[in-house]
């Protein structure tokens, strides 16, 4: 019976060419779109789960209120790690990492400036899945000075020699580093990426007792099965047995006496599957994603899919009228109602199909544009997703049940009688009803996405030509010339003698992206009790009139007067929070 059903609604479709290559073009366009955005979607969800501990993986996150402003921060304190390992039994591992930015590193002739480099504890690989293809996960990162490095990294250093024992000069830090083991390229969906992981236990602050710095991203493996939010109730006492006697020592009160003045800080756990999108925090190792575009993409694919369907099921019923007599002589015939939606359904099916086909075709085409303009790495990975395939199935089928449903029952609600003396009545009164409220439905989702699409377009135009307080336009930045040494100055002066330069100063901060800077706990004159937690930025005298920056009160940084190595520039934020 099947086959008799795909056999007539083959010949349906051949009959009806017109019609049919426009419900297909209209199915497949309003499929891949909603493909697209789906890939994405599960592209954005995915971050982290690489790893197969990632659902016992947690990191300590520091939070608190001082002088009114809250502080959300990524990294935590030196032991903080090693108190827990410590004091709780259910952390079964506690490994840290720690930004090394992006230093000069060579081997004989050839040098390279490494972006994004890592220092992290021995223990490293016991949590996080980065199959090592060369060396001992154990021991690869025990002794100082020792550095892993990703197998890309490895051929272009050593090409085809073999990287082990070999050692990578840093003239960033002047010193050499043992090449120990090899890795995987780490994920692109995952919350840090590093070509080199050198040992943490070269620095020599790693192992300070200091609870008022901080710097170090802290994970820990807990239990199967463990709720993490068991363990972050006992974090309280933590601060209470560690971090009080030192917040004492440093500003004279007692964490009592700071949190009745409205102050309050502590350690919180974050799941790493919740890093990317559900992240806060500041100085994190990597730009965050956030969960609202996941949802207001979700609410535009399933419109879309919407849309497609509603345009078939027009098109559809719109039609009725050529299938009309068809129907009249299969009732008179004998066919049985549920007959005839059973062979309309196989047609919508098999158009679905044949438009899932296009889909997949038009997405193959188009993911590489959209991984440029998003910068993302989606793909379809029919060959690498075993259950992709099976799924993209089901999904037409459902899709092609969705849109022939109401086409179907329609069709097969004909009056016989009727319809043979060539009056087009169905059975169903509410059919044409029922197609104007689909028509009036898709117009006006129709006109939400594109007065959305405009919004969208405006607020963009707004951002980028909004006055921000500092010159944008003709401004360029070269990196890290911190690494010319003593010879910075001579290229400064270089780069002054040329006429279209204006003006040039050397500084870590920039307004905009990332910056170093220091958190300083700060407060007015002798006024221990308007703590706040303020972010210093050093700058040079010319800094100001190079970004373009107007001073409200007072004057800016001068050369000449030496007492300027201890003055400072507030924001009027800051004068605000000050009481000033």
């Not at 068809?326 to 004998?334: A, D, F, L, P």
């Not at 993302?376 to 459902?398: E, K, M, Q, T, Y």
Request: glycine share 6%; aromatic share 12%.
């Amino acid at each position: 019976m099947l086959s008799n059903y795909i056999k007539i609604a083959w010949r349906n479709l051949l009959r009806q060419k017109g019609f049919t290559l426009i419900n297909i073009s209209g199915l497949a366009i309003g499929i891949a779109t909603c493909l697209i955005i789906m890939l994405y979607i599960f592209h954005e969800l995915s971050y982290d789960r690489y790893n197969e501990k990632a659902d016992r993986i947690v990191r300590v996150v520091f939070r608190g209120f001082m002088g009114g402003g809250e502080m959300n921060e990524a990294n935590v304190m030196p032991p903080v790690a090693k108190t827990l390992m410590q004091d709780f039994p259910e952390v079964m591992e506690a490994t840290r990492i720690q930004t090394g930015g992006s230093p000069m590193v060579s081997f004989g002739e050839k040098t390279f400036k490494e972006e994004d480099v890592l220092f992290a504890d021995a223990n490293f690989f016991a949590v996080f899945t980065v199959p090592l293809l060369k060396g001992n996960p154990k021991t690869a990162l025990l002794e100082p000075n020792t550095i892993v490095i990703s197998q890309e990294t490895a051929e272009r250093y050593f090409g085809t020699d073999d990287p082990i024992g070999q050692i990578l000069n840093f003239k960033s830090w002047k010193s050499g580093y043992k090449v120990t083991g090899v890795y995987e390229k780490i994920p692109a969906r995952s919350h840090f990426h590093s070509n080199m992981i050198a040992s943490l236990v070269t620095n020599p602050d790693e192992k300070a007792d200091s609870w008022m710095t901080s710097g170090y991203f802290t994970y820990l493996l807990l239990p199967e099965g463990y709720n993490y939010k068991d363990l972050e109730a006992k974090l309280p006492q933590v601060i209470d047995k560690y971090a009080a006697p030192q917040l004492n020592k440093a500003f004279g009160m007692s964490i009592q006496e700071f949190r009745k003045k409205g102050n309050d800080i502590g350690l919180f756990l974050q799941p790493l599957t919740d890093i990317h999108l559900l992240s806060d925090l500041n100085g994190d190792l990597a730009t965050h994603g956030d969960i609202r575009y996941v949802y207001i993409f979700g609410a535009i694919a399933l419109f879309m899919l919407l849309i497609a369907c509603i345009n078939f099921m027009n098109l559809s019923t719109a039609g009725a009228s050529k299938r009309a007599r068809e129907v009249g002589i299969r009732k008179v015939m004998g066919s049985m109602r549920s007959e005839l939606i059973s062979q309309f359904l196989v047609e919508s099916v098999l158009i679905t199909v044949i438009a899932f086909a296009f889909a997949i075709l038009l997405v193959y085409m188009t993911v590489p544009i959209f991984n440029r303009l998003a910068e993302a790495d989606l793909s379809l990975g029919l060959v690498l997703n075993i259950w992709l395939l099976p799924a993209l199935l089901i999904f037409a089928l459902f899709v092609g049940s969705l849109a022939g449903s109401y086409p179907a029952f329609f069709l097969s609600s004909f009056k016989p009688i009727a319809v043979l003396k060539g009056k087009f009545l169905p059975a169903m009164s509410s059919g044409p009803s029922m197609r104007s409220s689909l028509v009036v439905f898709q117009f006006f989702i129709s006109i939400v996405l594109i007065i959305s699409t405009i919004v969208v377009h405006k607020q963009l135009s707004y951002i980028q030509n909004k006055k921000l307080g500092y010159e944008k336009e003709q401004v360029m930045v070269i990196h890290n010339t911190w690494q010319l040494g003593e010879t910075n100055e001579f290229f400064k002066n270089g780069l002054l003698q040329d006429p279209r330069i204006v003006n040039l100063s050397s500084s870590s901060f920039l307004p905009a992206g990332n910056s170093n800077f220091n958190n300083f706990s700060v407060y007015p004159d002798d006024k221990v009790g308007q703590l706040v937690k303020t972010p210093r930025h050093t700058v040079d005298h010319n800094y100001l009139p190079t970004m373009g920056i107007q001073l409200k009160q007072g004057r800016n940084f001068s050369k000449d007067i030496a007492s300027d190595s201890l003055a400072v520039i507030i924001n009027e934020t800051a004068a605000r929070a000050y009481g000033w």
